[in-house]
């Protein structure tokens, strides 16, 4: 977490260790770390936090909690409450929603603009190296087609399985 001296003195030791798991799995996800602590301090709170609690608590700059509520919004991992003339924000708990959001809003852009160069590629290896009659390369190709066309039956397939 960002300044330890001030997270330490509110946030119990079991706490750190929930927002750290947190932190941890969204680094292996290419998330910034911030994303993951966002999300874990709102987990393990009792009540809705605001942009200033997550400041204090975390220790991490404004933009940086904002961009990251923001973030975490669009993914539907976070909700924005209204509470007198307020924002305050609680996690989503729904694994089905936490997955079907980041499957929406990070995987299936990343398909579909892998698709575009998919196109790009066929037509730069048929230019450079004449990849159609380059067996090495036509395989090559064929397997990343195949990969493309799998991740679009196996993610709807993921979502379903993690359903409540």
């Known amino acids: 977490m960002g300044d330890q001296d001030t997270s330490d003195q509110r946030l119990s030791r079991a706490e750190q260790e929930v927002i750290l798991f947190f932190s941890d799995g969204v680094r292996v996800l290419g998330l910034p770390k911030s994303i993951g602590e966002i999300y874990g301090v709102l987990y393990i709170s009792r009540s809705a936090l605001s942009l200033d609690d997550l400041v204090d608590l975390l220790g991490i700059s404004k933009g940086s909690a904002s961009q990251g509520l923001k973030f975490l919004r669009n993914l539907g991992a976070v909700h924005k409450i209204e509470q007198d003339r307020k924002s305050?924000?609680?996690?989503?708990?729904?694994l089905k929603s936490l997955v079907g959001g980041f499957i929406k809003e990070e995987i299936v852009p990343h398909l579909t603009s892998?698709?575009?160069?998919?196109?790009?590629?066929?037509?730069?290896?048929?230019?450079?190296?004449g990849g159609s009659n380059d067996d090495f390369y036509q395989a090559r190709f064929e397997k990343m087609e195949?990969?493309?066309?799998?991740?679009?039956?196996?993610?709807?397939?993921?979502?379903r399985v993690l359903g409540s």
């Open 88 to 94: 305050y924000y609680e996690p989503e708990l729904n």
């Open 114 to 129: 892998g698709e575009q160069k998919l196109s790009q590629i066929k037509e730069l290896l048929d230019e450079e190296v």
């Open 146 to 159: 195949s990969w493309t066309k799998q991740a679009k039956i196996v993610l709807p397939l993921l979502q």
